[in-house]
């Protein structure tokens, strides 16, 4: 059995970003990943565009994510003008090919078609982890894991602490099922307000049935096609492979009843046609592991700053209703960010791993903030970093320094405001 320094489950943009950023420090690193590509979130649930990595004029989220953003401009495969407001849609097949190129430079190994299923630990350590593949199980054994799964399956297998959606009644955000239209005329299509109050209408009437109140599309970076996050699938656990199982097949249901409505009542659409639907529904929220320390939605709102920042945020509060109709939004201040600190990417009671995607220590309202995949590239480059950093040092990663990690961040491009200073 082949031995790694270390091994990253999860190849969304997390993983990605945290793969790199060990292999970039000289770690034998194996990436795996359940499907047969990378990209999870951006790719499998097919969630676009980028939300904002800017706060005001000034870009916070660099890193391991603008390399992928500089060589998705170099396909033209990023970007849409029409989309004044949110410009950072992408190609999702484009970004497949960029995460296969950029983690095959860097030398990360990566094993598709594997789910983890199960994990075996030693003490306050993991010592090694099996994965289901199609000649059974596998064994693979690291000497540090990083979680980028999303959901905190990894450290939940583990035996760490972990909560999971709003306190009072444990409901987690509704999970949307992407789909995109194509063969739209753009010209003809009325703005988002008018085709609101047409399905607004319609929702009074029987005819549509979905619980979200108003319609969300994104336009794309090919011609006449339009990406809907419309669909909301509330009251399933995201966590619960039956539960789950009903969700997709309810996302699905939802995805087909509106196509059908803008193709007979929205102009532009008469000719238009489904598409896609995406690989798999979308998850906002999930698990939350409890870690050194649990980031707030004061510490957002407030825009704190901490000394062991490792990555920073602008995206508002936005807590979609987990029983139905209405979203919650809470903005930062204008030009203004929030830092997340190293200690949420170390669970507590286990000495080799760290969690490098949205399910790091968080509550609720502050997950809402931090999940963004922008935010998430930049969580996973600094757990794949601490990782190295642990192994080279030869302290767990509660005890590491991390000005050092902040360091080799800060010479992988990332961005961590004004008070980090690096001799």
């Given at each position: 059995?082949?031995?790694?320094?270390?091994?990253?489950?999860?190849?969304?943009?997390?993983?990605?970003?945290?793969?790199?950023?060990?292999?970039?420090?000289?770690?034998?690193?194996?990436?795996?990943?359940?499907?047969?590509?990378?990209?999870?979130?951006?790719?499998?649930?097919?969630?676009?565009?980028?939300?904002?990595?800017?706060?005001?004029?000034?870009?916070?989220?660099?890193?391991?994510?603008?390399?992928?953003?500089?060589?998705?401009?170099?396909?033209?495969?990023?970007?849409?003008?029409?989309?004044?407001?949110?410009?950072?849609?992408?190609?999702?097949?484009?970004?497949?090919?960029?995460?296969?190129?950029?983690?095959?430079?860097?030398?990360?190994?990566i094993h598709f078609h594997a789910m983890l299923a199960g994990v075996e630990t030693c003490g306050n350590e993991i010592n090694s982890i099996k994965v289901v593949t199609k000649g059974g199980l596998k064994k693979l054994k690291a000497k540090i894991y990083v979680d980028s799964?999303?959901?905190?399956?990894?450290?939940?297998?583990?035996?760490?602490?972990?909560?999971?959606?709003?306190?009072?009644?444990?409901?987690?955000?509704?999970?949307?099922?992407?789909?995109?239209?194509?063969?739209?005329?753009?010209?003809?299509?009325?703005?988002?307000?008018?085709?609101?109050?047409?399905?607004?209408?319609?929702?009074?009437?029987?005819?549509?049935?979905?619980?979200?109140?108003?319609?969300?599309?994104?336009?794309?970076?090919?011609?006449?096609?339009?990406?809907?996050?419309?669909?909301?699938?509330?009251?399933?656990?995201?966590?619960?492979?039956?539960?789950l199982s009903k969700a997709e097949i309810e996302g699905r249901r939802q995805s087909w009843e509106l196509s059908r409505w803008l193709i007979k009542n929205i102009p532009g659409f008469e000719n238009a046609y489904l598409q896609q639907t995406a690989t798999q529904i979308g998850?906002?929220?999930?698990?939350?592991?409890?870690?050194?320390?649990?980031?707030?939605?004061?510490?957002?709102?407030?825009?704190?700053?901490?000394?062991?920042?490792?990555?920073?945020?602008?995206?508002?509060?936005?807590?979609?209703?987990?029983?139905?109709?209405?979203?919650?939004?809470?903005?930062?201040?204008?030009?203004?960010?929030?830092?997340?600190?190293?200690?949420?990417?170390?669970?507590?009671?286990?000495?080799?791993?760290?969690?490098?995607?949205?399910?790091?220590?968080?509550?609720?309202?502050?997950?809402?903030?931090?999940?963004?995949?922008?935010?998430?590239?930049?969580?996973?480059?600094?757990?794949?970093?601490?990782?190295?950093?642990?192994?080279?040092?030869?302290?767990?990663?509660?005890?590491?320094?991390?000005?050092?990690?902040?360091?080799?961040?800060?010479?992988?491009?990332?961005?961590?405001?004004?008070?980090?200073?690096?001799?």
């Open positions: 059995m082949t031995e790694y320094d270390v091994i990253v489950c999860g190849g969304g943009p997390g993983g990605i970003a945290a793969s790199i950023g060990a292999a970039r420090m000289g770690k034998k690193v194996l990436l795996v990943e359940r499907y047969g590509f990378l990209g999870g979130g951006a790719t499998a649930m097919l969630v676009n565009p980028f939300m904002t990595y800017y706060s005001g004029e000034r870009q916070i989220i660099r890193g391991i994510f603008q390399e992928i953003v500089e060589r998705l401009k170099d396909m033209n495969a990023f970007g849409n003008s029409l989309m004044k407001e949110t410009p950072w849609a992408f190609d999702p097949e484009a970004f497949k090919v960029v995460a296969d190129r950029l983690c095959s430079e860097n030398g990360v190994n799964t999303g959901d905190a399956d990894l450290a939940y297998l583990a035996g760490v602490r972990v909560e999971k959606g709003r306190p009072k009644d444990g409901l987690t955000q509704p999970m949307t099922l992407n789909f995109r239209m194509a063969n739209v005329d753009l010209e003809r299509m009325p703005s988002r307000g008018e085709i609101t109050e047409k399905y607004i209408e319609a929702k009074e009437k029987g005819i549509i049935d979905c619980p979200r109140e108003d319609i969300l599309f994104f336009f794309t970076t090919n011609p006449g096609v339009v990406h809907f996050n419309q669909t909301r699938v509330i009251k399933h656990d995201p966590t619960d492979s039956e539960s998850i906002r929220e999930s698990r939350r592991v409890i870690g050194d320390y649990v980031l707030t939605v004061n510490d957002l709102l407030k825009t704190r700053k901490f000394d062991d920042v490792v990555a920073c945020g602008s995206y508002p509060i936005d807590i979609h209703n987990p029983e139905g109709e209405g979203t919650i939004m809470k903005y930062l201040e204008e030009g203004e960010w929030y830092d997340i600190p190293y200690r949420c990417l170390v669970p507590q009671n286990l000495n080799n791993l760290l969690i490098g995607s949205r399910s790091i220590s968080s509550t609720h309202e502050a997950h809402s903030s931090l999940r963004v995949m922008p935010i998430v590239f930049a969580i996973g480059q600094a757990a794949g970093i601490a990782a190295a950093v642990s192994l080279e040092t030869g302290k767990n990663p509660h005890r590491i320094d991390y000005r050092i990690l902040q360091e080799e961040l800060i010479k992988q491009g990332a961005f961590l405001g004004d008070n980090v200073i690096v001799e």
